[in-house]
């Protein structure tokens, strides 16, 4: 049993990844208003198809020989344990009438393939592209979510995709920014660090934007700007004061704190 119960086999590395699954799916479920058997259907599905990624991952890297093959049977095992959690879960959702969200998992097997070759090819790390594009697909659990409290699909459902996504691919960039300042001697000069910090800046500015915009029309309720308006303050912050010899980790779980943070202001101005 211990060589199959491996926690680096089981559990995602890559700490700051929950939050990109997390966060939708509580702002979704929220979002629907009613939380019901099926909403425990759907959660424990997307858990499962965001667990599989690690065990499978290892075994694609164990056969390009990066891993050592005394994981082989741990990862067989978790992946057979999360595949079957989640069909069992999945076949639940068909079953109660929610077959059409497995539309949603479609753009996942793309990109879920897209991240295995590069860990073949050992270049899977630093891959913004993936990053930003994985986030959006992970962001379509917030439509789900909301969709099965409601019981029926409603398009305000895309635009709640859109603004989560929109975060999360906010909270990346702000972690790259931040990884790349750590490296630094010294603070450079103000026009130097506005350059460095443009990319999160522009995305963190036209979210805030584009949030406040939908508040004034009444497209959404009209205190939802209010988290954008942490990320944005917190994305200046970070390229006025850049990180300079920061750790990786304590970036990240800055950046983790923000998320977490922005996802009760959204629960709290939605309702």
Do not use: N
């Not at 344990?81 to 879960?89: A, F, R």
């Not at 393939?113 to 090819?121: C, M, P, T």
């Not at 994985?134 to 969709?147: D, E, F, H, R, V």
């Amino acid at each position: 049993m211990s060589r199959l119960l491996r926690r680096q086999v089981a559990l995602p590395s890559d700490h700051g990844s929950w939050g990109f699954l997390l966060s939708p799916l509580l702002i979704g479920l929220f979002a629907g208003g009613r939380w019901t058997t099926v909403s425990l259907y759907l959660v424990l599905a997307a858990l499962s198809a965001f667990l599989i990624r690690q065990p499978i991952t290892t075994i694609i890297k164990i056969y390009s020989e990066r891993r050592s093959r005394d994981d082989l049977d741990a990862a067989i095992f978790w992946t057979i344990v999360y595949g079957g959690i989640g069909l069992l879960h999945v076949a639940a959702l068909v079953a109660r009438g929610f077959g059409h969200l497995l539309y949603l998992a479609i753009p996942g097997l793309p990109v879920f393939a897209w991240h295995l070759y590069l860990v073949s090819r050992r270049t899977e790390r630093r891959q913004l592209m993936v990053q930003l594009v994985g986030a959006g697909t992970l962001a379509l659990s917030a439509p789900a979510a909301m969709w099965v409290g409601l019981g029926r699909p409603e398009p305000i459902g895309w635009l709640l995709w859109l603004l989560t996504w929109a975060q999360s691919a906010a909270a990346i960039l702000h972690a790259y920014l931040g990884l790349r300042q750590r490296t630094m001697k010294s603070a450079p000069a103000i026009g130097v660090r506005l350059r460095m910090g443009r990319r999160a800046l522009v995305l963190t500015s036209c979210s805030l934007l584009g949030a406040l915009g939908f508040c004034v029309s009444g497209a959404v309720p009209r205190w939802l700007f209010v988290p954008y308006a942490l990320q944005w303050t917190e994305t200046l912050r970070a390229t006025l004061r850049p990180a300079i010899g920061a750790k990786p980790q304590a970036i990240g779980y800055r950046q983790l704190a923000v998320s977490a943070l922005f996802t009760v202001l959204f629960i709290l101005a939605w309702r």
